[in-house]
């Protein structure tokens, strides 16, 4: 069974950095791609990032593009989202999630999200 689970949420003030992590249960294969995704009150579910499991090839949205940073260490190891100089409206609830290809349609399983808050 496919287990996501992920953690590190919190307040942190705007220019701040938090530092996202996604336990990721049962085998992953080559072809995996790990992904966050957040969600803003009112708004849609977005990608952040990706990551390919095979070879550690990373996509990223525009709008953290050098502020943030997908990373695995190893091979079963968590996926995390390094987040640097982060603003207001990167407050949003994030989610992990496991799929085949770097965007929401080819996310298959979902972890429960963790709230990052983003205020002075």
């Known amino acids: 069974e496919v287990q996501l689970q992920a953690s590190g949420g919190g307040l942190v003030q705007p220019g701040g950095s938090l530092r996202l992590s996604c336990a990721v249960s049962?085998?992953?294969?080559?072809?995996?791609?790990m992904g966050w995704f957040r969600q803003a009150p009112g708004k849609e579910r977005e990608f952040v990032a990706a990551?390919?499991?095979?070879?550690?090839?990373?996509y990223y949205a525009d709008s953290v593009k050098g502020r943030f940073t997908i990373s695995r260490d190893g091979a079963k190891s968590p996926v995390y989202l390094q987040m640097n100089s982060l603003k207001p409206e990167d407050t949003a609830v994030y989610y992990c999630?496991?799929?085949?290809?770097?965007?929401?349609?080819?996310?298959?399983?979902w972890g429960k999200g963790t709230l990052v808050t983003v205020s002075s």
């Open positions: 999630a496991r799929g085949t290809s770097p965007d929401y349609t080819g996310m298959r399983y």
């Open positions: 049962g085998f992953i294969f080559g072809s995996t791609v």
């Open positions: 990551i390919r499991w095979s070879n550690a090839r990373t």
